[in-house]
């Protein structure tokens, strides 16, 4: 054999050689995180689902997003498959999620539809004596008590039932005084006189007709109940003292009652007076309706509620004061107005979020502004649309599925390394986050960087690429350098804020 071809044959086997090492090295194991790679959503797409045909970033799980693989498998973490993530995916906000996936996630939707508001408000109250249905027995002049009719508390009583017979003694002068008058005969003048007296000593016209009756004075008396009900207050005993003013009894009447019901102070504003009001006794019981007749201007600083008073009839008095009882109150129908359940609902303390299902499989997360509720409705003000279709229960799970995305995995704000210097979208800041790296490639719109693992998005060490804005990297950077570096993610972009040499003896 000649030397040229023998020379030949070497370099051949030689690079035959070389190729075969190359193929090993790319045939890694497959379920093997992506730490050479330079695989990323925003890296060139080199592979190709042959179920779909459509172009694979990058395979996850899906309980675990945080760590990519750049073949299929089952997952390390779950027993489950790994899930594609396609090119076609990463193209505006939000996140794109397979039927299939969805399905797992136990996502429910739901319409945004128009309703009418009418509602009612549920409430708890307590029954009290009606105050416009009251009475209060007094006496006039000083007495003693020689006999009480009603000796206790909440004892029944019936209009003109006697309640006590009193003794008053300085009625006996005005008395035989008159009664001498009237026997002298002096003239109508000066009876009329006598008898004005008498009235000006509030002596009851029953004791003067039953004084001349019986030619002398009569100087005891009988209280009676001006209205039926129950005694609500019982002032006096058997022989005690009274003076003029002094509250004897105090009668309430029954047959009408108030509620008094806690409202809630964001609820309040939206109970009218004259609006129907349905009360019903703890257990079983009948429902009566009447009517609000005031909502009262002061409110419980512990519990933040204000006192709504309801009027009612209380057939059979069914209803005793101090009973609690359950208060709806019903709200007149009102225009229609937008309106999607309230688990649909996402409220961050800072924002309000529904998240909106696209036709092509995409979850969109929308601030909106929400009014009064309906049931299980509430209202939506601004933000959406009739008949769109939002996620009605999975939004949590959709976050987690999605959290590597600009618009699910921050709407609460991941937690991260802030800066101080972290860009606002609207008026919402990016999270930035820190990392440390060797350089491996510098191109004209970004930089590629073999990072360590990035705690704050659950990322392992990998390769990718991020783009390179000219401020934000030295201008004297190079290939191979230990650099730290921070970024932030804008849509599905990773971009980098600062780039700066890593402190001697850090590993990359």
Same mark, same amino acid.
């Given at each position: 054999m000649k030397t040229p071809t023998l020379v030949s044959l070497l370099v051949l086997a030689g690079a035959l050689v070389a190729v075969g090492a190359y193929q090993l090295g790319v045939h890694r194991n497959p379920l093997t995180p992506m730490a050479t790679a330079p695989e990323s959503p925003m890296?060139?797409?080199?592979?190709?689902?042959?179920?779909?045909?459509?172009?694979?970033?990058?395979?996850?799980?899906?309980?675990?997003?945080?760590t990519r693989f750049d073949k299929p498998g089952k997952s390390p973490f779950m027993d489950m498959q790994l899930v594609p993530v396609y090119a076609d995916q990463s193209a505006g906000a939000g996140a794109a999620i397979s039927p299939a996936v969805a399905q797992s996630l136990g996502i429910r939707m739901a319409v945004v539809r128009k309703a009418s508001l009418s509602s009612s408000i549920d409430a708890v109250g307590v029954v009290a004596q009606n105050e416009r249905a009251t009475e209060v027995v007094q006496t006039r002049v000083t007495a003693y008590v020689e006999k009480l009719h009603v000796r206790a508390v909440l004892d029944p009583v019936r209009k003109g039932q006697p309640l006590a017979t009193l003794y008053a003694p300085d009625w006996a002068a005005a008395l035989e005084e008159y009664l001498g008058v009237r026997q002298a005969q002096p003239g109508p003048a000066l009876i009329d006189a006598s008898r004005a007296r008498l009235r000006l000593l509030s002596i009851p016209d029953d004791v003067v007709a039953r004084s001349e009756q019986s030619g002398t004075a009569q100087t005891r008396f009988t209280l009676s109940a001006p209205i039926s009900g129950v005694v609500a207050e019982l002032g006096v005993r058997d022989g005690a003292m009274v003076s003029p003013g002094v509250t004897l009894f105090r009668i309430a009447?029954?047959?009408?009652?108030?509620?008094?019901?806690?409202?809630?102070?964001?609820?309040?504003?939206?109970?009218?007076?004259?609006?129907?009001?349905?009360?019903?006794?703890?257990?079983?019981?009948?429902?009566?309706?009447?009517?609000? *007749?005031?909502?009262?201007?002061?409110?419980?600083?512990?519990?933040?509620?204000?006192?709504?008073?309801?009027?009612?009839?209380?057939?059979?008095?069914?209803? +005793?004061?101090?009973?609690?009882?359950?208060?709806?109150?019903?709200?007149?129908?009102?225009? !229609?107005?937008?309106?999607?359940?309230?688990?649909?609902?996402?409220?961050?303390?800072?924002?309000?979020?529904?998240?909106?299902?696209?036709?092509?499989?995409?979850?969109?997360?929308?601030?909106? !502004?929400?009014?009064?509720?309906?049931?299980?409705?509430?209202?939506?003000? $601004?933000?959406?649309?009739?008949?769109?279709t939002v996620v009605s229960s999975g939004q949590f799970m959709l976050d987690s599925e999605a959290s590597l995305k600009s618009g699910l995995g921050r709407l609460a704000g991941v937690a991260g390394t802030a800066t101080a210097a972290a860009p606002m979208v609207g008026s919402?800041?990016?999270?930035?986050?820190?990392? $440390?790296?060797?350089?491996?490639?510098?191109?004209?719109?970004?930089?590629?960087? *073999?990072?360590?693992?990035?705690? *704050?998005? +659950?990322?392992?060490?990998? $390769?990718?690429?991020f783009k390179n804005p000219q401020d934000a990297t030295p201008k004297d950077l190079k290939v191979g350098a230990h650099v730290q570096f921070d970024f932030v993610q804008q849509g599905d972009d990773y971009v980098l804020q600062r780039v700066v040499p890593a402190p001697a003896g850090t590993t990359p």
């Open positions: 890296a060139p797409v080199a592979n190709v689902d042959p179920k779909t045909g459509r172009a694979v970033l990058y395979w996850h799980d899906p309980m675990v997003p945080g009447d029954l047959s009408s009652v108030w509620v008094i019901a806690d409202v809630p102070e964001a609820l309040a504003s939206q109970l009218r007076a004259g609006s129907t009001a349905e009360v019903q006794a703890t257990g079983p019981g009948t429902v009566i309706s009447g009517k609000l *007749s005031a909502v009262l201007p002061d409110v419980d600083l512990a519990t933040r509620t204000l006192k709504a008073r309801i009027e009612l009839r209380n057939p059979g008095l069914a209803l +005793k004061p101090g009973m609690f009882v359950r208060v709806t109150f019903k709200q007149s129908a009102g225009e !229609q107005a937008l309106v999607v359940p309230q688990e649909a609902v996402i409220a961050t303390g800072k924002r309000t979020v529904v998240i909106v299902a696209g036709p092509d499989g995409k979850y969109t997360p929308i601030d909106v !502004q929400l009014g009064r509720e309906a049931g299980t409705d509430v209202e939506v003000k $601004t933000g959406l649309t009739e008949g769109q919402a800041p990016l999270v930035a986050h820190s990392g $440390t790296g060797k350089v491996t490639a510098i191109g004209k719109d970004d930089i590629t960087i *073999s990072h360590r693992p990035i705690a *704050s998005l +659950k990322w392992g060490a990998m $390769t990718m690429p």
